[in-house]
């Protein structure tokens, strides 16, 4: 049996310490209470490595005049320039931007540089809200804060986007996101966007889950694929219903060929919807449209090794980049 606690029986030290721990915690965000901070989700440059969905090798420096959207896609050098060696044939109707999580920040509990990475052609960034039906990235307000906070003559557009777990249905999971996103974005903000993909996970010790056939698992594997589609079209339903917006799906050719493909293609699927669309093939780099998807995309996540030249980002970190073919006014129609 548990004794009844009675504060007045216990030391004044534990009494201190008890009320720096009270006073010294940091509040839960409105829209977070009764959620869990995200911890067991891949990142994902270990997803695409541990799912073989790389870009083949880094650019030869030989072939840097051809193209420069490259692995190792610089901010903001190669944003600037078609030809980056010589300098010259400037990019114009191209908007890039990046995406990102908690991944980016949590090793070194540091912030990033906003003003810095709008300095370098970073035009947009999607930040990662939530997972499931009850999991939030810490690091969601800290960097909406962060891009909020920046003067007008260097706006960064932003936006969210909801990780599609295996687990809980697509109305469930749609709450979690407009819980914790709530008023935080507006009508002037990117519209919603939702991550459907490998679904691959890490245990306790950071190690990843594994199948019964010794490869990265994924939680999605088995279920059919009407079932999938029908999550994926539940949680677009409604958030586009909460923020009047279009929402945006970012998906991968290959997983959704494996997982959905008999249920309906990509274009099909989400013909009411915008299409981000990650592919990191060196062909699609040397002409600069996806190559293993051929259909209609609004944004292509074409590396998640960039790099700004200037700083802003973490010591060693690489960033996911995605560009958008079309001028600003292209842009706010599309993604806004």
């Known amino acids: 049996m548990f004794k009844s606690f009675r504060w007045w029986n216990c030391p004044v030290r534990t009494i201190i310490v008890l009320s720096l721990i009270i006073v010294m915690s940091p509040p839960v965000a409105s829209g977070q209470e009764g959620k869990t901070p995200l911890t067991s989700d891949a990142s994902r440059g270990e997803l695409f490595e541990l799912m073989g969905q790389v870009v083949e090798g880094q650019t030869p420096a030989g072939e840097f005049s051809q193209f420069a959207f490259r692995s ?3 901010f903001a050098h190669d944003a600037l320039w078609r030809n980056p060696v010589l300098e010259e044939d400037a990019r114009a109707d191209q908007i890039f931007g ?3 999580s908690h991944h980016l920040t949590d090793k070194c509990r540091c912030k990033i540089d906003w003003s810095l990475l ?4 970073v035009a947009f960034a999607y930040l990662k809200a939530t997972q499931g039906v009850s999991y939030y990235d810490r690091s969601f307000e800290p960097n909406l804060d962060g891009i909020r906070a920046l003067p007008a003559g260097k706006k960064i557009d932003v936006g969210a986007f909801h990780f599609l777990s295996a687990d809980g249905a697509g109305e469930d999971q749609a709450k979690n996101f407009l819980d914790v996103v709530g008023s ?3 009508k002037d903000d990117l519209t919603p966007s939702l991550d459907v993909e490998w679904d691959v996970r890490t245990d306790a010790s950071g190690k990843v889950i594994l199948g019964p056939d010794g490869k990265p698992k994924d939680f999605w594997k088995g279920t059919d694929g009407a079932v999938i589609l029908g999550r994926v ?4 339903k409604v958030v586009q219903a909460r923020t009047n917006k279009v929402p945006i799906v ?3 050719a290959l997983w959704w060929e494996e997982r959905i493909g008999k249920a309906g293609s990509i274009e099909q699927s989400l013909s009411q919807y915008r299409v981000w669309i990650s592919d990191l093939s060196s062909k699609g780099l040397k002409v600069e449209q996806p190559y293993i998807y051929k259909g209609k995309w609004h944004l292509w996540q074409f590396t998640f ?5 200037k700083g802003g980002l973490p010591t060693a970190r690489t960033v996911d980049a995605d560009v958008f073919d079309g001028n600003a006014a292209d842009f706010a129609k599309t993604l806004k």
């Open 305 to 309: 090794t960039a790099t700004a030249e």
């Open 184 to 186: 935080k974005l507006g």
């Open 72 to 74: 190792n896609f610089r």
């Open 250 to 252: 970012y998906t991968n």
């Open 98 to 100: 990046i995406d990102i």
């Open 233 to 236: 079209l539940a949680w677009l």
């Open 118 to 121: 709008a300095d370098q052609k």
